[in-house]
Nanobody
Framework: VQLVESGGDVVQAGGSLRLSCAVS????????IGWFRQAPGKEREGVAW????????HYADSVKGRFRISSDVVKNIVHLQMNTLKPEDAAVYYC??????????????????WGQGTQVTVSS
């Protein structure tokens, strides 16, 4: 199983970025995908989650209305569109896979497979 994030960059506050997570070795029909982030000195935070198996999406309150998670089941890629970025969104962003169903989508405990992370920097 492999998850590879891409798309991290430096962006000004108010700008947008799209992160991608290429997934191999697991199916979206059996595994849910979550996006997490971790800023220096802070705990890892669940940002968004998608379940193709249950046709569900969930967001953290901190990103609701600004971020959008989507999946391309043909290419096995999950995207995280991030709009109206704020300095507090700066972090290393990780995608992770957990066997469905996930009881706590934004908690990291159930996620067995993780990517290496991609850095998002937001300048004010």
């Amino acid at each position: 199983v492999q998850l590879v994030e891409s798309g991290g960059d430096v962006v000004q506050a108010g700008g947008s970025l799209r992160l991608s997570c290429a997934v191999s070795g697991v199916s979206f029909g059996t595994h849910d995908i979550g996006w997490f982030r971790q800023a220096p000195g802070k705990e890892r935070e669940g940002v968004a989650w998608i379940s193709e198996a249950d046709n569900l999406i969930h967001y953290a309150d901190s990103v609701k209305g600004r971020f959008r998670i989507s999946s391309d089941v043909v290419k096995n890629i999950v995207h995280l569109q991030m709009n109206t970025l704020k300095p507090e969104d700066a972090a290393v962003y990780y995608c992770a896979a957990a066997e469905a169903p996930v009881k706590n989508p934004l908690g990291s405990r159930e996620y067995k497979f993780w990517g290496q992370g991609t850095q998002v920097t937001v300048s004010s």
